[in-house]
């Protein structure tokens, strides 16, 4: 069974940083592209960034484009988003999906979220 | 890259078909065949329902059929249930490395 358990989330202020990760099991973790997309309060989904199941590829939101960084560590089953400049239209869940590709196409299993909110 | 446009809404009564409509352009659902469609019940994840335009991943109803032509992508959910009632997103790749969420649609079950 797929899982998919994110952390890192909480209050940060305008202009701080926040570093999420995800843990994934049950699955060959290397062999598929993972994505972030996030969800803001009562709003619909907006995809963020993805990776390559190597890792060497990367595809960002221009919302989030120079500001947020996502990396996988493949030994240690973990996805990463690295979020600096935080703004308040940043706060949302933010999900962690795995791909159903090795390549980014689409989501299929999704995480339960955590919430990031950019208050001062 | 814009969202795809949803109908904010959409309603059936029980054992009834209902069709929600997935709109793009040349970029995007035109383009490629990489559509998906998503459930997501109040508080819930996601759930995948329809990937590439009509693929339903193992243990999805055939309830649920997806279709596309020219720009517009459609979910039906035929046969309504109580717990069909949710938002729906659709999803489609899109040029430059994108994807595309469309702004989602309450499916109310009268």
Known sequence: ?120 | QSALTQPPSASGSPGQSVTISCTGTSSDVGRYNFVSWYQQHPGKAPELMIYEISKRPSGVPDRFFGSKSGNTASLTVSGLQAEDEADYYCSSYAVSNNLVFGGGTKLTVL
């Open chain 1, 1 to 120: 069974e797929v899982q998919l358990l994110e952390s890192g989330g909480g209050l940060v202020q305008p202009g701080g940083s926040l570093r999420l990760s995800c843990a994934a099991s049950g699955f060959t973790f290397s062999s598929y592209a993972m994505n972030w997309v996030r969800q803001a309060p009562g709003k619909g989904l907006e995809w963020v960034s993805a990776i390559s199941g190597g890792g060497g590829s990367t595809y960002y939101a221009d919302s989030v484009k120079g500001r947020f960084t996502i990396s996988r560590d493949n030994s240690k089953n973990t996805l990463y988003l690295q979020m600096n400049s935080l703004r308040a239209g940043d706060t949302a869940v933010y999900y962690c999906a795995k791909d159903y590709s090795s390549w980014f196409k689409a989501p299929d299993n999704w995480g339960q979220g955590t919430l990031v909110t950019v208050s001062s």
